[in-house]
């Protein structure tokens, strides 16, 4: 009975080839919008977090929020490293400097670091030429700069600049080292940085209340086995300087990173899947309405077919079966569409990944395909019902009559 | 088999009060051709509703094969027309997406018959009204003569007791209609129960039995049993 009701349903959904086109458009763009945009996020989240946990599963950042007036020196970080799980400790301080071509007139906005030598071996930078900052550059306060790749391309049109000077804020600095451009999704925000010695960055802080002490640092453990004692140490030495509050500071390791930013996705996630599965809503509404002609527009049939004997919820069951058959096809074409649309996101991408070295693949996952099927059949089912049950209900003679 | 004890069917239409059926008794037997006569508005087809088990009268007591029908479900009565009537409209009512085949197929689907068993029960119903050949047409590319052959098939592919008829020459030419009333009496002969309604006085003289209808009211013309 079924199979004949699949059967059937089928013939009259081809009788009106164009009809039910458009009457599935509304959940083919629903389910595309909605396994698409789920997927792209997804995809990008699994390649922003591998690449987090990947980025040195033995890195530490801390930041300090409030220093309760003592503030932290290069020297508390010493101690801090004198632990045999640490390897490297690197203070960061970022600012927004301004940099002034030699004519002063063209001028832009770098990101100004101050920090170690630590800090390139800790995020993996690696040298196109010169060297990185040493500590007698912290020692001597020497105003010294290693810069990234492309900041060095876009201020001297070369990479060939050691010896040259870089003007920021109105101070000279030597160039002594370019980077080279760093690999994988993360980097992309680093590419524009101009490296500085840490103590010479603090010299310029003005703002009083952080009383020049560091208020950032990255440390690495030495191997993945001593990451949470070092996550320990760190967190008892700074509890000691400021006490036991919770908000003074905050240690993040890379798990918890990438446990962080997959949240943030989930939700974008959500959010995106929430609007697309509105449209699919849409798109059933625009099933049951096609359905309430169809069936108006098939009285004359329901009386015949009543009148062969028909039961009520054999009439039921047909027009059910055909509005859930209406969403499956528009589902199935909306994946269609979907893994179309992700293939040429993909090829477009990988045309991309070859010049920003970033590569993401998006593929579809099983979930939102899931997802979709079962959201179109409980659009069917509740869309297809009203129209159906008036279809089942109508009068044998009423409708035998209707001309 | 039909007994029809003081039935009336009475309608409202705003103040008035309409009988469609004023207070009509009637026994049919089976094996019986009965033709039923009268003028458009005379209750004809109000008549073969209720007979047909598709409307209900308001008024007295409707017994098929001995069993009064007021007991049963809206699908009950839509098994028991399944099982015990066939219909034939005028204007032949098949479904014009489907094939003859699958028209004819119908009534087999929702008494739950077997796929196998309906095929050949299909074959033998297209066989004995001589439409073997257009079983593959749609109702759009055949005859209405052909059609109608299509719809009589339909009717007796549950091989039921009764055949209910109404108009069937109505939309025919004189010479198709004749054919299809010789296709009748083949039923007839071969055992089903056939009512005729119509307002043709040629058409219903070809029954063995004809009854007049007039004013919901109906009287006997004449009977040859």
């Known amino acids: 009975m079924i199979i004949k009701s699949i059967k059937m349903a089928l013939k009259a959904i081809t009788s009106s080839k164009m009809r039910s086109f458009l009457t ?8 595309t919008a909605l396994v698409v945009l789920v997927s792209l996020v997804t995809s990008a989240t699994k390649a922003v977090t591998d690449e987090v946990a990947s980025m040195g599963k033995d890195m530490l950042s801390v930041s300090i929020a409030d220093n309760k007036g003592k503030p932290l020196k290069i020297e508390d970080l010493k101690e801090i490293a004198k632990d045999r799980s640490i390897d490297l400790i690197s203070p960061k301080l970022t600012s927004v400097a301004e940099h002034k071509m030699r004519n002063g007139i063209k001028s832009s906005d770098v990101t100004r670091i101050g920090t170690n030598g630590s800090h390139f071996i800790i995020e993996g930078y690696t040298l196109a030429s010169g060297r990185l900052l040493k500590h007698a550059d912290l020692d001597n306060n020497s105003y010294v700069s290693v810069l990234s790749n492309d900041i060095a391309i876009s201020l001297f049109g070369s990479t060939d600049i050691i010896g040259r000077d870089v003007v920021l804020d109105g101070v000279k600095y030597q160039v002594v080292g370019v980077l080279n451009t760093p690999k994988g999704l993360m980097a992309e925000t680093n590419r524009n940085n101009i490296y500085i010695p840490f103590t010479v960055a603090q010299r310029l ?12 640092f990255l440390l690495t453990a030495k191997g993945a086995d001593n990451v949470s004692r070092a996550e320990q140490v760190v967190k008892e030495a700074l509890k000691a300087r400021f006490g036991d509050d919770p908000e003074a500071f905050h240690v993040y390791n890379q798990n918890e990173m990438a446990k ?18 509105i449209s699919l809503l849409v798109g059933g509404i625009g099933i049951m309405n096609i359905m309430l002609v169809s069936v108006t527009e098939r009285t004359k049939e329901i009386g015949i077919r009543k009148a062969l004997g028909a039961k009520s919820s054999s009439i039921l069951v047909q027009f059910i079966v055909e509005a859930l058959v209406l969403c499956l096809i528009g589902c199935a074409m909306g994946i269609a569409v979907s893994a179309g649309i992700l293939a040429i996101v993909n090829g477009v991408s990988s045309g991309a990944a070859a010049a920003s070295a970033a590569k993401m693949t998006f593929s579809m996952s099983g979930t939102v395909i899931l997802v979709a099927v079962l959201f179109s059949t409980v659009i069917g089912l509740v869309f297809g019902l009203y129209p159906a049950r008036k279809a089942a209900k109508m009068h044998p003679i009423d409708a035998l009559r209707f001309e | 088999m039909i007994v029809f004890k003081d039935i009336s069917k009475i309608y409202n239409i705003g103040d008035e009060t309409v009988y469609a059926l004023d207070h009509v008794d009637l026994t049919i037997k089976e094996g019986e ?34 069993q009064s029908i007021d007991v049963y479900t809206d699908n009950e009565l839509a098994a028991i027309r399944n099982k015990k009537i066939g219909f034939i409209f005028q204007s032949f009512n098949l479904l014009n997406k489907l094939t003859i085949e699958e028209n004819v197929e119908l009534p087999l689907i929702y008494q739950g018959v077997h796929a196998a068993k309906r095929r050949t029960r299909v074959a033998e119903a297209l066989a004995q009204v001589g439409m073997s050949h257009r079983r593959k047409h749609t109702p759009n590319s055949i005859s209405g003569g052909q059609q109608q052959r299509a719809a009589i098939a339909r009717a007796i592919v549950t091989r039921p007791a009764l055949i209910l008829a109404d108009e069937p020459t109505g939309n025919l030419d004189s010479k198709t209609g004749e054919e299809i009333m010789a296709l009748f009496q083949e039923l007839n002969i071969a055992g089903h129960t056939i009512v005729l309604i119509t307002h043709d006085a040629s058409v219903a003289a070809q029954a063995k039995r004809i009854l007049m209808l007039k004013d919901g009211k109906i009287a006997e013309v004449r009977d040859d049993n």
């Open chain 1, 24 to 31: 599935m458009l509304g959940v083919i763009i629903g389910v």
């Open chain 1, 205 to 216: 802080q003005t703002d009083a209340s952080t009383g020049n002490g560091i208020r950032e």
């Open chain 1, 260 to 277: 962080s930013i997959d949240e943030i996705y989930k939700v974008f996630a959500l959010l995106l899947g929430g609007i697309a599965a």
């Open chain 2, 33 to 66: 051709f009965v033709g039923i006569i009268g003028p458009s508005g005379s209750g004809k087809s109000t008549l073969m509703h209720i007979m047909g088990c598709l409307d209900i009268a308001t008024e007295g007591e409707y017994d098929l094969d001995g």
